[in-house]
């Protein structure tokens, strides 16, 4: 790393660093949830998340890089989509559109074009939300860029920062099957042992995650969306995020921004059966920690509410652990055949 | 151009006819103007806009093409929020704030991102306009796609489809400048004998547009923002969008979507007498109906307001013309030197 701050270049700084310096030009308290939140009207706050996807970096249509292939067309429009509707989800928002601005390589297809488009919208129809703008132009590199906006009620936004000691942590699905998938598509000859539907299973958990705007109706009371069974009375708070740069980044982070810790129990982790009957239990729990784009939520909530969110939720929702008052975040076993291990940020130094 | 679906790239399309078929994926009457307009509450709509801008593509930091270099990274940040904030001028929009979605090389110096945000805020601050969110992200081109979003009451909306024959139509300042400062920069051998006043004023326009939201206190009554010698009363109609484009290609534009035609008078045309000193009349006029980015408002008012508007206006406002209800749209010479001439749209095919 150069010590000549004028020769620094983003190479040796990483994505989370210059991000952080870059901090300094947006207003303090907007940014550093997964989304901002701008106070438009007194009963409603705007939510705006955006993303820049690139080719070869984020995902390999195999223009960039002919022979890596891991995601189709239809497939980027759906992640992308996913990741940003995601993000307004953990913020306890409702989505409202999107904007979509494309850039491409003259020689891209029309059809790759479109069915970006298809992806799109595939994923955004089953929440009503619509793409309400684009800009689309050339560029020697297919580049995605998602702004992403919904509104929520003040007292109901979800941040990383209100969690508190004693608060359940919990997920509200599988972990590590998106990370499974991914393996699957780039090396195809490895898991010829998994039967056609666990492999299924997983590529698509890789290639249309489903953002957990689900989960809303049963955290927000009095709102056009509550679920009948809302599982919260006015003013509660919870706590959240989401899970896609992995389950371990997700609990740090929140703990970080509360000023907390947390201690979470190994066996309570959920991962997939599909991925448990595949590789070693050791390998299950990093991509269900650290391979992240699993896209749950981790949320924080009193006790009874948690347990109550989870017996609602299906198909791996769990609580994993609880917020303390230590700030170390811990992954112990309970049966203690495995020491205790601290959590990490495993994306700090990344994209560039 | 390929006559097989399956095999035409976005290069035998161009931007507008794909961004034509990339319609369809949009909700109807969302699309078409400067910026998308959702009705969020019944007393507010939201407008959201977006762009997406490729170095070599839209600007030059010498990155991508070294030596040929026409805009500072200061420069580009100060460009992409101008043409951001002036498509919210063009709808009416207060704005609230902007996304930045930034990709670099990783040889990018870091002064230069700080530039650029450093130039988005120098920008953004006449207008208290925040930078709410952001993502940067690794690529082989410096690419940068901002969104911006603002607010304004629903019957305060300004369209491109509600001008009616008889409107006079009002230019907010001069065109030419912007495209007269980019051939100094591109050929700085040229215009030798311009003054250094001329110069700079020439090179400034093209480096350091500003968005006309100064504009809008005048047009928007009983608003928090409106000027207390506001000229409408509610409810009034503007028709109205920027000239991003151009000052023809706006009045084509708003002409199309209203059903209507135009009489543009030569004479009116807002020249500045910067550019009038150095090149010939018929080039300055070129650059002014075709040069693009000199982002002024192209409006179209009843003949009373729009002549109170241009009397409190100052640098060039001016009428230029009056919408008809014949469809073509015609650059007349009253005096009678030149013969009526079609202006068309210059930009239909570009950008791949």
Request: hydrophobic residues 40%; charged residues 15%; negative net charge.
């Amino acid at each position: 790393m150069s010590n000549d701050l004028s020769r620094l270049k983003v190479q040796d700084l990483g994505e989370q660093a210059l991000l952080q310096r870059l901090q300094r030009f947006c207003p303090e308290g907007i940014v550093g949830d997964d989304a901002a939140v701008l106070q438009t009207h007194p009963q409603l706050d705007l939510v705006i998340t955006t993303d820049v996807l690139v080719d070869a970096v984020h995902f390999s249509v195999g223009l960039a890089s002919p022979g890596v292939y891991t995601t189709s067309p239809t497939d980027v429009g759906w992640r992308a989509a996913a990741a940003n509707l995601s993000d307004l989800a953990a913020m306890g928002a409702a989505p409202l559109g999107i904007t979509v601005g494309l850039s491409a390589p003259g020689e891209t297809p029309v059809v790759w074009i479109e069915q970006i488009y298809q992806g799109l919208t595939a994923c955004l129809q089953q929440f009503n939300t619509p793409i309400v703008g684009g800009d689309v132009t050339r560029s020697p590199i297919l580049t995605l860029a998602i702004t992403a906006f919904g509104q929520v009620a003040p007292h109901q936004v979800i941040r990383r920062s209100t969690a508190q000691p004693g608060d359940a942590i919990v997920a509200t699905g599988w972990h590590g099957a998106s990370r499974a998938g991914l393996e699957l598509l780039l090396h195809p000859e490895v898991g010829q042992e998994l039967s056609e539907s666990d492999r299924t299973y997983l590529i698509q958990a890789h290639q249309r995650p489903n953002p957990r705007l689900d989960i809303l109706p049963y955290l927000l009371p009095s709102s056009p969306i509550s679920h009948p069974s809302s599982l919260l009375s006015p003013p509660s708070r919870i706590a959240g995020m989401d899970s896609s740069d992995g389950l371990a980044d997700a609990i740090v982070q929140i703990c970080r921004m509360s000023r907390v810790g947390a201690r979470v129990e190994r066996s309570q982790i959920p991962i997939p059966p599909a991925l448990t009957r595949w590789v070693s239990s050791e390998q299950a729990m990093q991509w269900a920690l650290y391979g992240g784009e699993d896209f749950e939520l981790v949320l924080c909530l009193e006790q009874a509410v948690a347990q109550a969110l989870v017996e609602q939720l299906e198909l791996g929702a769990a609580i994993v652990g609880t917020i303390t008052k230590e700030p170390e975040v811990l992954l112990i076993d309970a049966a203690g055949h495995e020491p205790d291990e601290t959590l990490a940020l495993q994306k700090g130094f990344q994209h560039f």
